[in-house]
């Protein structure tokens, strides 16, 4: 019943058209609601939506402020999916704000819950980024290895972040950083990193499975 109720559903879409700053949904054909029930109406359907799925690794301004930061034992990655509203379902259709559930498959095939999130109105041809949940078999382990004041404004530190992915696939971790201050400069660094803004630096950490990555940098911070 579950599924005739949902392929009835699917049968009964809505066609979006431009309203001004909104979009009015129309129904092409009557939906029956029964007393005390509800249904449920599919707005839009896509067979195949391609997403990218990231681990992501952040930090804090304050740790970089003194030389013995309160820092987490272990951390675990947020798990971030993305994907593009590009012809999901048919040319220049907007996707509608609402909750996002994520299904994958188990041993046996099934489809198991695997997270969900709520998504913003997104137009058509923006991207979709949404933190789904975290990590289980990634975990962390951020230690401060070195710190000095050079002078009364301007401080730095080193850092030593091991990555240990205790998973069966191989993971691309981001670590984001946020540098406080006027100014930052990374001294050191056993990875390349990427600048994203101002105060935002970016390194992508490949860790393989079962395996442990670490990443090293020296950073010096001056204060206003």
């Not at 272990?74 to 798990?79: G, R, S």
């Amino acid at each position: 019943m579950m599924r005739m109720a949902e392929m009835a559903a699917q049968d009964a879409a809505a066609n979006a058209v431009p309203l001004g700053d909104v979009y009015l949904y129309t129904i092409d054909r009557p939906v029956t609601i029964t007393a005390l029930g509800s249904n449920r109406i599919a707005l839009l359907h896509s067979d195949r939506v391609p997403v990218r799925r990231e681990y992501v690794l952040f930090g804090q301004p304050w740790w970089y402020q003194s030389p013995a930061p309160d820092l987490p034992p272990v951390e675990h990655p947020q798990v971030r999916i993305r994907f593009q509203n590009e012809g999901l379902a048919g040319a220049d259709e907007p996707l509608p704000a609402g909750s996002l559930h994520t299904w994958r498959e188990d041993a046996d095939g099934q489809l198991q819950y695997s997270g969900g999130a709520f998504i913003p109105h997104t137009p058509d041809g923006e991207e979709v980024v949404v933190t789904v949940g975290s990590s289980f078999d990634i975990v962390a382990e951020r230690v401060q290895t070195d710190y000095r004041q050079l002078d009364p404004r301007t401080f730095e530190s080193a850092w030593r972040i091991e990555i240990r992915n205790r998973g069966e696939s191989d993971a691309s971790v981001l670590v984001l950083e946020q540098m406080p201050g006027l100014e930052w400069t990374i001294v050191e660094e056993s990875h390349p990193h990427e600048q994203v803004d101002a105060q935002t630096v970016r390194w992508t950490i490949q860790v393989p499975a079962e395996g442990t990555a670490t990443l090293t940098y020296r950073v010096r911070v001056t204060q206003g």
